[in-house]
């Protein structure tokens, strides 16, 4: 798995999780930040959860230069000075500084997932009060903190996803089925639960029929490469 590759599956993997309550900024990914829970429109958090997700998959070298920030500003005049700043051609792993306001500022990040006939796809916190994947033009984008991710793992290491079946259930099998949701199939009422039953089989099936793969109910390599790359 290539550090793009953790970095999506960690940012992905986190999709539905939502402020409590709603319109608080109370939530996990600002309480990690802080080192306690704060709360109020001084909280803003879609750069907190950009900075969450590097930590979350042992990344956090590759942001800010290891430290942390809330600001999209800040990350965009310290990827300048590193020369690590773009403004198109935007590539999955990237984080997407965008400017809906329409005025000069920065205002909303997102790390991108996917990118599809002029439009990209982003998995962003503070938005609607949780973590989504949300299609948008490139005209809403100001540019993009591109980090300089090594092009595999290091020799020797091999990091695998583990196979998941009907019956199994767990952390990775939530992680799934967020994906799974993230692609528009649905996983029947529960969600993501982490129990891989019947209706997460099925929505499995469906996403792998669409993909042109085995159509097998286990999401083995080829299922977890196309959820992870898109």
């Known amino acids: 798995m290539t550090e ?11 999709i539905g999780t939502a402020e409590d309550p709603p319109g608080s ?44 920030t809330a600001s999209c500003t800040a990350l965009m005049h310290w990827a300048q000075q590193q020369g690590r700043w773009v403004t198109g051609d935007y590539r999955r792993g990237d984080v997407l500084l965008y400017q809906l306001d329409g005025d000069a500022y920065m205002d909303h990040a997102g790390i991108c997932v996917e990118v599809r006939d002029g439009r990209v796809v982003a998995v962003e916190g503070n938005t609607g009060d949780e973590v989504r994947r949300v299609e948008r033009k490139t005209d809403s984008i100001g540019g993009a903190y591109r980090p300089a991710y090594r092009e595999s ?29 993230g692609r528009g199939c649905s996983c029947g009422s529960y969600g993501a639960d982490g ?24 999401c083995g390599k080829d299922s977890w490469k196309r959820l992870l790359n898109g």
């Open 25 to 68: 900024n109370n939530i996990k990914y600002n309480t990690a930040y802080y080192s306690h829970a704060v709360s109020g429109d001084a909280y803003p958090w879609c750069m907190v959860f950009v900075w969450w997700v590097f930590r979350d998959a042992d990344l956090s070298e590759l942001f800010y230069g290891g430290g942390k």
């Open 195 to 218: 129990d891989f039953g019947g209706d997460t089989e099925s929505a499995l099936r469906c996403f792998q029929r669409a993909c042109g793969i085995t159509v097998d109910g286990i």
């Open 153 to 181: 793992t290091a020799p020797g290491v091999d990091i695998r996803l583990k196979e998941l079946d009907r019956g199994d259930q767990g952390e990775e099998v939530k992680a799934m089925q967020l994906l799974l949701i």
């Open 4 to 14: 793009i590759d953790r970095l999506v599956y960690a940012a992905e993997a986190q």
